[in-house]
């Protein structure tokens, strides 16, 4: 799970499962204990499993408008480092520094993402919309000039 958005809507799963389903058939089912008795996983009683989940939804509500708060001030933050970035650029710093700048940078990104990373055996996912740009590009370069196109017609210059 990424993000605190699909937190909210886990926990609504979850207090939905909880009372559609019947705690004895679900325990039952999945080997679970409910009153702390067998082998399985102690969930407590009913009314416990329920006072959590009240718990959980609470404190995700109250949690979210301050969570927006802070995620909106470091977005400002971050606008504005990146404002005096520029500026610095692009007033106190030499061609040649910037060009020194720009093959360091590059240089520390292929030794973190090209070597330290697979080293230490961490992945780097893309991002979401890159695997959907490299998936459409490949269905569209598997089609030939001549083949017909959305309107049915075929290339009949050759």
Known sequence: MSGWEPLGDRLYDLSREYMNLEMDSWA???????????NGLN??????????L???WHRFHRHTAKLRLLFA?????SLLWDLMLLQT???????????????????????AYKVLFPLLGLEVKKPAYLMMM???SSSSSS???GSPGLHGSTNSHR
């Open 28 to 38: 039952g089912t999945l080997g679970l204990s409910l009153g702390g008795t067998g």
């Open 43 to 52: 969930l407590g009683s009913a009314a416990e499993v329920n006072r959590r």
């Open 54 to 56: 009240y718990l959980a």
């Open 73 to 77: 001030l470091v977005t400002l933050l």
């Open 89 to 111: 650029a692009c007033f106190f710093h030499t061609l040649i520094e910037k060009v020194l700048a720009l093959g360091v940078a590059v240089f520390c990104w292929f030794l």
């Open 134 to 136: 490299s998936s459409s």
């Open 143 to 145: 089609t030939e000039i």
